[in-house]
Structure formats: structure tokens, C-alpha cells
Nanobody, 120 residues
């Protein structure tokens, strides 16, 4: 099973920027859509942005114009460039395929995620 390791999160002031990375343990060439999801306490995990193997990106309305998703199929890495961050962007960010990869134990596989905290 592919492993996904997210990194790049941290504490930033409103208006600041962060760049998240997601390293896959094997090739992602065959995965049509990779993306980023986020989950805030008490809220469901939601899609933030996805990018296809051909580079077509799709964004959730709250992040349009501020976030940019990309992928490097040679490095097996997916990125999320986040600019003009807002306190409401505070969440744990996860990368995954879209739809999410299956877990060997059943259900969906999720990595450990990376925490993004935006202070006002």
C-alpha cells in the first residue's frame, strides 16, 4: 500500500504563506487525481484542491485565488502553495488521491497530516 507523508505545516500569521508537500512511497503516475483535504476540530474532512495527472486543478470555493496545487510525477510529490492565509484555514491538512486510497483494514487510507495554524 502506498504511504503518504505530509509536511510543511506550521504557525503563521493571517496574510502569510505556507507550502505543503506530500511525499508518496511509490509512483503516483497511475493515480488520475491527487489532492489535499483538510479537517478542523468538530468538522468533517473536506476537499481543498485536486490536480489531475495532466495538471488540471480544481479548488474549493473558500481557497480559490489563494491556494495552488501541483504535482511532480517524477518525485512522486504533491504540493499545496497557500497564500493570504486566513484564520479559517486552520486545520490538519492531508493529501490523498481523489477518491481517497483504500486502507488495507477497510475504509479510506489517511496519512498523519500536517497541522496548519493561522493566527489573527
Amino acid at each position: 500500500q502506498v504511504q503518504l507523508v505530509e509536511s510543511g505545516g506550521g504557525l503563521v500569521q493571517a496574510g502569510g504563506s505556507l507550502r505543503l508537500s506530500c511525499q508518496a512511497s511509490r509512483s503516483i503516475n497511475s493515480i488520475v487525481a491527487m489532492g489535499w483535504f483538510r479537517q478542523s476540530p468538530g468538522k468533517p474532512r473536506l476537499m481543498v484542491a485536486t490536480v489531475t495527472s495532466s495538471g488540471t486543478a480544481n479548488y474549493a470555493d473558500p481557497v480559490k485565488g489563494r491556494f495552488t496545487v501541483s504535482r511532480d510525477n517524477v518525485k512522486n510529490t504533491v504540493y499545496l502553495e497557500m497564500n493570504n492565509l486566513k484564520p479559517e484555514d486552520t486545520a490538519i491538512y492531508y493529501c490523498n488521491s481523489n477518491p481517497p486510497l483504500p486502507s488495507q483494514e477497510g475504509g479510506a487510507y489517511w496519512g498523519q497530516g500536517t497541522q496548519v495554524t493561522v493566527s489573527s
